[in-house]
C-alpha cells in the first residue's frame, strides 16, 4: 500500500480556504476529486498547515495512501496537473516511507505576510498583498519581529474560543524584508502555529509600525495574554504559506 | 480649459479590454464614469494605446480636457483611486498643455509579453503569463529580437482585415530577458504597433523557438508578407503596455 507525498501550490483568491466543506470550492475537494479520478476510489488527504479562505501557498504539502497499483510519481504529478484548475499546481509529488504524514511528521511550517506599502496600490497586488498607504516605521517592525524569535504563549494571537490545547510555540526565525521598495515581506518560521496566528501577530505590530502601539507593549503580549489585548486579525490576501520542513 | 495626463495600470483579466461598450466593463468605461461623477458631467478620454481584453497596462496614458474648475492633480488622482475598482489604478495625474494629446503626442509604445517556459504552471501566473511547458532554443529567440530593430514592414503580423493603412513601423528595441529562471520576458518599442501586431510576433518567434520554424523565415516575413505566412496570434493575457513615451 504505497503512501506519496505531494507538494502544492495554489492562488487562494477562489478557494474557500484548503478544508473540504460540501458545496464549496476548497483545495482540499479539488485536489481530493482529481485523485479520486485517477485512483478510481475515494482518496483522503492529510495536510501539514490547513489555510484559510483567501490565503495562498507555495510550498503546501499533503500526504495519502491510496489501496491500489503503485504509480510512477512523474505520471502522478502530470496526471493530477491535467485534472486540477488553473489556480492550483501539484508542483512535486513522491513516493514516502509507508508512515510519512504530512502533518504529524512536520518539523516546522514558513509562512510570509505581504504587504504593500506605498500610497497607490498597484492593480497586480489586490488579492495577493495588504495594501498599507500610511507610514510605517520599519526599525519599529524589526524590533517586533527580533521579540518573536525562541519560545512563547501566543494566547493573544489566537481566537479566545478555540480547540487549541497548547498555547507555547517556538519560533525559529521572524524577519521582515524588502525585496522591492514598498514591499514589505514578513516571514516566520516556527514548529506550528494556531488558528489565525500570523495574521493577529501582523495586525498587532502594524500598529506598532504605526505609531499606536509601543514595541515593548507587543513584547509584554508575548508572555501570555488574553486575545483582545493584541490588534486586528490582518486579512488572509497577503498570507502566504511558503514551505514546510521534514528532518 | 484644463487639459490633464492621466497614468493607468490595469490588470487586465475583468476587463473587455480599453475601449467603451455599452453594457461590458472596460477600462474606459471604469476610469470614464468616475471621472464623470468627479467632474459632474461626461468627459472622453483619448488613450496612448487600446489593448484588448486580457491585456495588462503597467504605464498605459490617456488625457482629457474638461470644462469646469481647475483641480489640483493631487486631489483628482486621489478621487479618481477612490472610485476605481481594485484592478484600475491611476498612478499619476497631471495638468498638461492644453493641446496635449496622449494618443498624437506619443513619440513610442513599450510592449512586455510574458512567458513561463517551465514543465508546471504557477497559479500565480495563470492570468500573467502564457504557460510554455515545451524547451525553447533562447538563443534562437534572441536572433529573432535582434532582426526585428530597425524599420519593417509588419504586414504579416496584422490581421488581413484591417482599419490600418501604413504598415512600416520603426523598431527603436526588441529583446528577450529571463529575469528569473523559467520566466521570459519579450519587450519591443516602436514609434506605433499594429492591432495583435506583438502577439503575432510572439506566436511566429515561438514557432522559431520551438523548432518549427527558422529564424531566416521569420525574418523574410519582416518585408511585407501576407498574414497567413505568420504563425499564431499568441493569447492577450501575456501581453503588458509598459510605458509610452513623449517628447
Redesign the interface.
Same mark, same amino acid.
Request: aromatic fraction near 8%.
Given at each position: 500500500v504505497p503512501t506519496y507525498r505531494l507538494d502544492i %501550490?495554489?492562488?487562494g483568491t477562489r478557494f474557500r480556504g484548503w478544508s473540504r466543506q460540501p458545496g464549496l470550492r476548497t483545495v482540499q475537494g479539488e485536489l481530493e476529486d482529481a485523485l479520486g479520478r485517477l485512483c478510481r476510489g475515494p482518496v483522503e488527504l492529510t495536510v501539514a498547515g490547513r489555510t484559510d479562505a483567501g490565503v495562498?501557498a507555495l510550498g503546501q504539502v499533503a500526504s495519502f495512501t491510496v489501496p491500489s497499483e503503485r504509480r510512477p510519481p512523474p505520471t502522478l504529478?502530470r496526471a493530477l496537473?491535467s485534472l486540477t484548475p #488553473? =489556480?492550483? /499546481?501539484?508542483?512535486a509529488a513522491g513516493e514516502v516511507a509507508d508512515d510519512f504524514d504530512a502533518r504529524r511528521d512536520a518539523r516546522s511550517r514558513r509562512y510570509r505576510y505581504r504587504i504593500e506599502a506605498r500610497p497607490? %496600490?498597484? #492593480?497586480?497586488e /489586490? =488579492?495577493?498583498a495588504l495594501h498599507w498607504p500610511q507610514e510605517l516605521d520599519r526599525a519599529a517592525l524589526q524590533r517586533c519581529a527580533a521579540a518573536l524569535t525562541g519560545t512563547h504563549d501566543f494566547t493573544a494571537f489566537t481566537p479566545t474560543e478555540t480547540t487549541h490545547v497548547r498555547f507555547r510555540r517556538d519560533v525559529i526565525e521572524a524577519r521582515f524584508d524588502e525585496p522591492e521598495p514598498g514591499i514589505l515581506h514578513f516571514e516566520i518560521e516556527a514548529d506550528a502555529f494556531m488558528r489565525n496566528m500570523v495574521r493577529v501577530l501582523v495586525g498587532t505590530m502594524l500598529e506598532v509600525g504605526s505609531g499606536r502601539r509601543r514595541v515593548e507593549d507587543f513584547q509584554a503580549l508575548l508572555a501570555g495574554r488574553p486575545r483582545p489585548e493584541a490588534g486586528e486579525t490582518a486579512p488572509a490576501h497577503g498570507l502566504y504559506l511558503l514551505r514546510v520542513s521534514y528532518d
Amino acid at each position: 500500500v504505497p503512501t506519496y507525498r505531494l507538494d502544492i %501550490a495554489y492562488e487562494g483568491t477562489r478557494f474557500r480556504g484548503w478544508s473540504r466543506q460540501p458545496g464549496l470550492r476548497t483545495v482540499q475537494g479539488e485536489l481530493e476529486d482529481a485523485l479520486g479520478r485517477l485512483c478510481r476510489g475515494p482518496v483522503e488527504l492529510t495536510v501539514a498547515g490547513r489555510t484559510d479562505a483567501g490565503v495562498h501557498a507555495l510550498g503546501q504539502v499533503a500526504s495519502f495512501t491510496v489501496p491500489s497499483e503503485r504509480r510512477p510519481p512523474p505520471t502522478l504529478l502530470r496526471a493530477l496537473n491535467s485534472l486540477t484548475p #488553473p =489556480d492550483l /499546481s501539484v508542483t512535486a509529488a513522491g513516493e514516502v516511507a509507508d508512515d510519512f504524514d504530512a502533518r504529524r511528521d512536520a518539523r516546522s511550517r514558513r509562512y510570509r505576510y505581504r504587504i504593500e506599502a506605498r500610497p497607490i %496600490a498597484s #492593480p497586480f497586488e /489586490s =488579492d495577493r498583498a495588504l495594501h498599507w498607504p500610511q507610514e510605517l516605521d520599519r526599525a519599529a517592525l524589526q524590533r517586533c519581529a527580533a521579540a518573536l524569535t525562541g519560545t512563547h504563549d501566543f494566547t493573544a494571537f489566537t481566537p479566545t474560543e478555540t480547540t487549541h490545547v497548547r498555547f507555547r510555540r517556538d519560533v525559529i526565525e521572524a524577519r521582515f524584508d524588502e525585496p522591492e521598495p514598498g514591499i514589505l515581506h514578513f516571514e516566520i518560521e516556527a514548529d506550528a502555529f494556531m488558528r489565525n496566528m500570523v495574521r493577529v501577530l501582523v495586525g498587532t505590530m502594524l500598529e506598532v509600525g504605526s505609531g499606536r502601539r509601543r514595541v515593548e507593549d507587543f513584547q509584554a503580549l508575548l508572555a501570555g495574554r488574553p486575545r483582545p489585548e493584541a490588534g486586528e486579525t490582518a486579512p488572509a490576501h497577503g498570507l502566504y504559506l511558503l514551505r514546510v520542513s521534514y528532518d
